[in-house]
């Protein structure tokens, strides 16, 4: 960092938070960071639209958010055609990147900002402001040890711009997300483990529901497996609660008296409603991994078709007997729940350090300020 920001005009920090916009997930896991940025009275900024700008209302009725344009990746119906699919959309990518980076230096100069961070945009760096770059997958894995070599090259490249890089997870053996978290190599600029992060707070609970299902991750696979699911809960005769992951619908679906839907849920509500279930249907997706391993919540776990991150979790999780894993494309529900009263679970106890890794941050924004 070259240059400091000159144009701030208060005893208190402030910081912008972006997310990608890559599904709910990068937003979510950044509600934890937020708290811990309020407690230390920080001024928040929240850089997003859409869904997430939609779901970041819900949760803070104070925090401003300036409207940034997200990458608005797509995926392609079949698997088979992801890779061409997002090889079509890297020009529009690095565009963004460009414009981002043009938005941040008149925002930083508009809001007087003094430090901003950034979970998976690549442009959201400057050196007028501290840089934090937030990721778990230092590794990214593409089933081709080439293509996992160059996507690690290049993700390093746009990471080294930052002043620091923030993994969300474990730092020892322990871990959540195995190789993507721990590669052989680290980037650059240092590297600090914040432990899982999660917007979930552990209670003890009495078990009210049979059966949760969570759904989230980007379109069309979502509607894909809500609609096998929503066909098999049919002939399902258990209580049932289905949260969509659609914060901006506005109907529900109906099939039976057992299943109660909803849309989305604020994370307190959504929350206590997994820790009151006996078993979680949901997808691989790294935030809801971490949500559940933070309150050691059963779970069976379905990765997006063609997200090779999240089949790399999901089997990965199995192995170390903290989830039962299955496809989507052979999913069956029942068999599922059968299979998973006879899975031998054993969730390890997560416990994050972000709070005090914040504070840590804050002290360093304001070095001259007695705290």
């Known amino acids: 960092m070259n240059e400091k920001n000159i144009n701030k005009s208060s005893s208190f920090s402030r910081v912008l938070i972006a997310p990608l916009d890559w599904g709910l997930g990068h937003a979510t896991r950044c509600i934890p960071i937020i708290h811990a940025l309020l407690k230390e009275n920080i001024t928040v900024f929240i850089a997003a639209e859409g869904a997430i700008l ?7 009725h104070n925090v401003t958010i300036l409207p940034l344009r997200g990458y608005n990746i797509s995926y392609p119906a079949e698997k088979k055609s992801l890779f061409a699919k997002l090889l079509q959309q890297v020009p529009g990518v690095l565009s963004v990147i460009r414009y981002e980076n043009k938005w941040l230096e008149k925002m930083i100069r508009e809001h007087s900002i003094d430090a901003v961070i950034s979970d998976n945009r690549f442009g959201m760096h400057s050196r007028l402001v501290k840089s934090i770059y937030i990721t778990h997958q230092l590794h990214i894995e593409t089933n081709h040890s080439f293509f996992n070599w160059l996507a690690q090259k290049i993700h390093y490249r746009y990471i080294n711009r930052y002043d620091a890089c923030w993994v969300p997870d474990a730092e020892g053996v322990t871990n959540l997300a195995g ?3 721990h590669p052989e190599k680290l980037p650059a600029i240092p590297v600090k483990y ?3 992060l999660s917007r979930f707070k552990k209670i003890i609970p009495k078990k009210k529901h049979d059966l949760l299902i969570l759904l989230s991750g980007p379109e ?3 509607s894909y497996f809500e609609d096998i699911l929503l066909q098999q ?14 914060p901006t619908a506005t109907s529900l679906p109906e099939i039976n008296r057992n299943t109660v839907f909803y849309n989305h849920l604020p994370a307190e509500e959504l929350s206590a409603l997994v820790q009151q279930s006996k078993m979680v249907v949901c997808r691989s997706g790294y935030s809801t991994v971490m949500d559940l391993a933070c309150v050691q919540q059963k779970a069976i776990l379905v990765p997006t078709p063609g997200q090779t991150e999240q089949e790399y979790l999901a089997g990965y ?22 299979a998973a009263e006879e899975f031998d679970y054993a969730i390890s106890d997560f416990s994050e350090n972000l709070q005090d890794g ?4 804050v002290k360093g924004l304001q070095p001259d300020v007695p705290r």
Not at 317 to 338: I, S, V
């Open 54 to 60: 939609n779901l970041f209302q819900k949760e803070f």
């Open 179 to 181: 190789k993507l978290s």
């Open 194 to 196: 914040l432990g899982a």
């Open 220 to 222: 069309p696979q979502r």
């Open 233 to 246: 809960l049919k002939g399902l005769e258990i209580p049932v609660v289905f949260v969509r992951g659609l």
């Open 317 to 338: 999780l199995q192995e170390k007997k903290m989830f039962l894993t299955y496809k989507q494309g052979n999913f069956n529900l029942k068999k599922a729940l059968e």
């Open 358 to 361: 914040i504070t840590t941050f």
